[in-house]
């Protein structure tokens, strides 16, 4: 996670470069308006997320080969959708904007598509469910508040959306009921690692860093 922080951070440095800081607010603070600073912001996160879930496709390969001879191929997906869900909570957090949960996710998506992901366009689709998904959370308090509360509940949503998308695309609704509530938890406890435990060092390092004030 260290060394995603940094990168994160290097990039993040870059847009600071041409914008200039926020204006310190509290947690509680509320939606932003939509700026040309928020646009490169939401870019830079898209880059950086997008790689990753690039990445992540390779990951997903070799875990599935793995989790296969003890038959909890399943979970391979589950295990890492925290990962392949990061962008929008991440970016609905720091941007503080109506709609910018969705747009970080989707775009982060899309980068992925271009960089030649195994999923090819189907990319296209998860990472518009995906952002449905974290923008609901923050919809869900209204866009008046930025803290555990309103990051929580686009976790929650998230994997509520994603979960039920699953069912109906990747035949999770053909699976027992307790590998259905295994399978829901693991991709809730990645969710809530990769979404929200990464999304708030993030935050308390670019805070640390006076990249710009949060």
């Given at each position: ?56 496709g390779f990951l997903y390969t070799a875990l599935t080969v793995a989790l296969t001879p003890i038959g909890a ?142």
């Amino acid at each position: 996670m260290t060394a995603l922080t940094k990168l994160f951070h290097k990039l993040l440095l870059l847009e600071v470069f041409f914008m200039e800081n926020k204006t310190q607010t509290s947690n509680h603070q509320h939606q932003s308006k939509w700026t040309l600073r928020n646009i490169i912001l939401i870019a830079l996160i898209a880059i950086f997320c997008g790689i990753i879930f690039w990445g992540i496709g390779f990951l997903y390969t070799a875990l599935t080969v793995a989790l296969t001879p003890i038959g909890a191929a399943p979970f391979a997906n589950d295990i890492l959708m925290g990962l392949w869900c990061m962008a929008g909570p991440l970016t609905g957090f720091l941007i503080r904007t109506a709609g910018s949960a969705f747009l970080g996710e989707f775009l982060g998506a899309a980068v992925e598509v271009f960089l030649g992901g195994q999923w090819g366009a189907g990319a296209f689709i998860s990472g518009l469910v995906q952002g449905v998904g974290s923008e609901l959370g923050f919809t869900l308090t209204g866009y008046k508040r930025y803290d555990w509360v309103s990051l929580n509940a686009s976790i929650l949503t998230t994997v509520i959306v994603t979960f039920a998308w699953d069912m109906y695309k990747n035949g999770y609704n053909k699976f027992a009921l307790p590998l259905l509530i295994g399978l829901f938890v693991t991709r809730y406890i990645s969710t809530f690692i990769f979404g929200g435990i990464l999304t708030k060092m993030i935050v308390k390092l670019l805070d640390r860093s006076n990249a710009f004030s949060l």
